[in-house]
C-alpha cells in the first residue's frame, strides 16, 4: 500500500511539473525614449523570478521576454514595468 502511494505521488509529481513549460512573449513598452528607459526595463522584468531572458528594443519599442510560466505571469511582467514607470501591453 505504502509503495503503491509513493508511485502515485510521485507520478503527480512529475505530470504536474510537466505542465511547466518556457514562454516568450513580446510586450508593446510605452514611454521608452533613451538607453536608460531600455536598462531600466530589462531590469525590472529580469527580477522576477522565473525570467530567463529579457531583450528590450528602444527601436521597436519592445521587450521580448523568456519566462518559466510556473514561477511567473504575463500580468507579473506586465506590472513590473508599469512600476518601473513604463507601462506595457501585450502584443498582437
Known amino acids: 500500500m505504502i509503495r503503491l502511494m509513493s508511485s502515485a505521488m510521485l507520478a503527480l509529481l512529475i505530470s504536474s511539473s510537466s505542465f511547466a513549460a518556457e514562454r516568450t512573449i ?5 514611454k ?3 538607453d536608460f528607459c531600455t536598462s531600466a526595463v530589462k531590469r525590472s522584468l529580469e527580477a522576477i523570478p522565473g525570467v530567463a531572458k529579457a531583450v528590450v ?3 521597436s519599442k519592445t521587450a521580448v521576454v523568456t519566462y518559466d ?6 500580468k507579473s511582467l506586465i506590472d513590473a514595468t508599469t512600476k518601473a514607470g513604463y507601462p506595457s501591453e501585450l502584443k498582437s
Open 26 to 30: 513580446t510586450l508593446a513598452v510605452q
Open 32 to 34: 521608452m525614449v533613451c
Open 57 to 59: 528594443s528602444l527601436e
Open 69 to 74: 510560466d510556473d514561477k511567473t505571469d504575463v
